[in-house]
C-alpha cells in the first residue's frame, strides 16, 4: 500500500471513529435500537430512543456531515504531498466544525458544548492557517532588500 492509500485509510478511519465518539450519547440506554432510518441505523448504533423521520435528527444531519466530509477529502493527488495533506484536512476539519455545530444544537451537557465551542474556535483557526500555507508559494522564502534598504 502506497504512502498516499495509507494516509486516506488512517483519516478515514480517524474520521469514522471520531464519528461514533461524537454520536455516542453518555449514559444512555442503549437496549432499545428501534431506528427508522438507514441513515440513522449507520450513525447511531450505539444510541437509543424513538426518532420523528418527518424532521432532521441529530443521527441523519450527522450522516450527512460526514458523507459531505469525506466527499471533501477525496482530492486528486497534485504531486506535493504537503498541499494534498492540506486540501484533505481542510475538509475534516469544516466536518469537526459541522458536527460541532449539531452539538450545540441538539445536546443537553453543558461541559460537552463548551468543548463543541472551542472545537469550532480551534479548528476555525487551523483552517485559516492552512488556507494562508497553501495560498504560500512552495520552497524556501529569500527576502530580498529593497532599494531603500
Do not use: W
Not at 10 to 16: E, R
Not at 30 to 46: G, K, M, Q, V
Not at 60 to 73: F, I, L, P, Q, Y
Amino acid at each position: 500500500m502506497d504512502s498516499r492509500a495509507k494516509l486516506i485509510a488512517t483519516l478515514s478511519a480517524f474520521a469514522l471513529f471520531c464519528l461514533l465518539i461524537a454520536t455516542l450519547p453518555i449514559g444512555a440506554d442503549t437496549s432499545d435500537r428501534n431506528r427508522t432510518t438507514h441513515d440513522e441505523i449507520d450513525a447511531a448504533l450505539f444510541c437509543s430512543g424513538a426518532s420523528n423521520t418527518s424532521e432532521p435528527t441529530f443521527y441523519s444531519e450527522m450522516a450527512k456531515v460526514n458523507a459531505h466530509m469525506h466527499e471533501g477529502m477525496k482530492i486528486g493527488p497534485a504531486g506535493d504531498i504537503d498541499r494534498d495533506f492540506m486540501r484533505m484536512m481542510i475538509p475534516h476539519h469544516q466536518g469537526a466544525i459541522d458536527m460541532a455545530l449539531l452539538q450545540l444544537k441538539y445536546g443537553h451537557d453543558e461541559k460537552i458544548k463548551r468543548l463543541a465551542q472551542s472545537i469550532i474556535v480551534e479548528q476555525g483557526q487551523e483552517i485559516a492557517y492552512m488556507r494562508t500555507l497553501l495560498n504560500t508559494p512552495a520552497g524556501p522564502t529569500t527576502i530580498r532588500p529593497t532599494a531603500e534598504q
